[in-house]
């Protein structure tokens, strides 16, 4: 059986046949998933039928896990691995979509996620599609004069920036001890494996840009995020029971859609992987 790899999309996205990931990989298939993910940024393998701690040996094919930060989502009997669930509630019993709202993962780690991995537990009939944005090529086609104004400048990052539309669940105190208060991004970063360049914007955590006014850092985040969410950088992920689907955190916007019935359980385990400081 040899690992079938093919584009999901023009620019963003590949699927992997064949391949069964409940067992030992060889070094050559390991080595071309690698690739696969960093040269299309989402990779999504097929069929995968996998018991909680075998996706997280899985997932280890791509790197180090990530401690992730609200422990609260964490499985009981494999706590590296956390769920995503439709089925939680606000403490106002308001239904909890999380990830709705582009963002990327927690990028208010000094050293966010490279990747994150979801593997497709129950998913709805239809809807609940994955929507990312590519980042490389967003920032590539900024024109000259924009790409000057971004140079060096750094955003912060916190857990939750007050300006976001979208309130994420809160922390337990046990995980509070985990997240830092805040952290500087550069809003342009370099790949550290490709050398490409990208926007790193997450507005459901970036609060303002280091020495810039904050009606004017607002504005130019604003700019930037429309530019980029345009429906010409964006692929749609139209999730398959067996996906384990891997994203590149460093490179990518994404949001959850909450366009289904919601009668439907939608419940995904989901794994990070350790990435660098941004530069
Ligand atoms: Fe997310």
């Given at each position: 059986?040899?690992?079938q790899i093919s584009p999901l999309s023009q620019h963003t996205g590949a699927e992997a046949r064949?391949?069964?990931?409940?067992?030992?990989?060889?070094?050559?298939?390991?080595?071309?998933?690698?690739r696969a993910f960093v040269e299309h940024s989402v990779l999504a393998?097929r069929?995968?039928?996998?018991?909680?701690?075998?996706?997280?040996?899985?997932?280890?094919?791509?790197?180090?896990?990530?401690?992730?930060?609200?422990?609260?989502?964490?499985?009981?009997?494999?706590?590296?691995?956390?769920?995503?669930?439709?089925?939680?509630?606000?403490?106002?019993?308001?239904?909890?979509?999380?990830?709705?709202?582009y963002?990327?993962?927690?990028?208010?780690?000094?050293?966010?996620?490279?990747?994150?991995?979801?593997?497709?537990?129950?998913?709805?009939?239809?809807?609940?599609d994955t929507q990312y944005v590519n980042m490389h090529r967003a920032y590539e086609d900024l024109?000259?004069?924009?790409?000057?104004?971004?140079?060096?400048?750094?955003?912060?990052?916190?857990?939750?920036?007050?300006?976001?539309?979208?309130?994420?669940?809160?922390?337990?105190?046990?995980?509070?001890?985990?997240?830092?208060?805040?952290?500087?991004?550069?809003?342009?970063?370099?790949h550290?494996?490709s050398?490409r360049k990208s926007l790193?914007?997450?507005?459901?955590?970036?609060?303002?840009?280091?020495?810039?006014?904050?009606?004017?850092?607002?504005?130019?985040?604003?700019?930037?995020?429309?530019h980029a969410t345009q429906e010409k950088y964006q692929y749609r992920h139209r999730w398959q029971?067996?996906?384990?689907v891997m994203w590149d955190?460093r490179c990518l916007l994404h949001k959850?859609?909450?366009?289904?019935?919601?009668?439907?359980?939608?419940?995904?385990?989901?794994?990070?992987?350790?990435?660098?400081?941004?530069?």
């Amino acid at each position: 059986m040899t690992c079938q790899i093919s584009p999901l999309s023009q620019h963003t996205g590949a699927e992997a046949r064949d391949v069964d990931l409940s067992g030992p990989v060889d070094a050559d298939t390991r080595a071309r998933l690698n690739r696969a993910f960093v040269e299309h940024s989402v990779l999504a393998i097929r069929g995968q039928s996998l018991t909680a701690p075998q996706m997280l040996a899985a997932v280890q094919l791509f790197g180090e896990v990530f401690r992730q930060h609200n422990t609260r989502f964490a499985l009981p009997e494999c706590p590296q691995i956390h769920y995503l669930s439709n089925q939680d509630k606000y403490e106002d019993g308001k239904r909890y979509i999380p990830g709705a709202g582009y963002h990327t993962d927690h990028s208010n780690d000094a050293a966010p996620p490279k990747a994150t991995a979801l593997l497709a537990i129950k998913l709805p009939d239809k809807g609940g599609d994955t929507q990312y944005v590519n980042m490389h090529r967003a920032y590539e086609d900024l024109p000259t004069e924009t790409k000057k104004r971004l140079d060096g400048l750094k955003a912060i990052h916190v857990y939750q920036s007050r300006f976001s539309e979208r309130k994420l669940m809160g922390l337990p105190p046990e995980a509070q001890k985990n997240v830092p208060a805040a952290v500087h991004h550069p809003i342009v970063r370099t790949h550290p494996e490709s050398g490409r360049k990208s926007l790193y914007l997450n507005p459901i955590r970036i609060e303002g840009i280091v020495g810039m006014p904050a009606g004017e850092a607002l504005g130019l985040l604003d700019e930037l995020l429309a530019h980029a969410t345009q429906e010409k950088y964006q692929y749609r992920h139209r999730w398959q029971p067996g996906d384990l689907v891997m994203w590149d955190n460093r490179c990518l916007l994404h949001k959850a859609n909450g366009d289904y019935d919601h009668s439907q359980t939608r419940y995904l385990y989901r794994v990070m992987l350790k990435g660098d400081a941004p530069f």
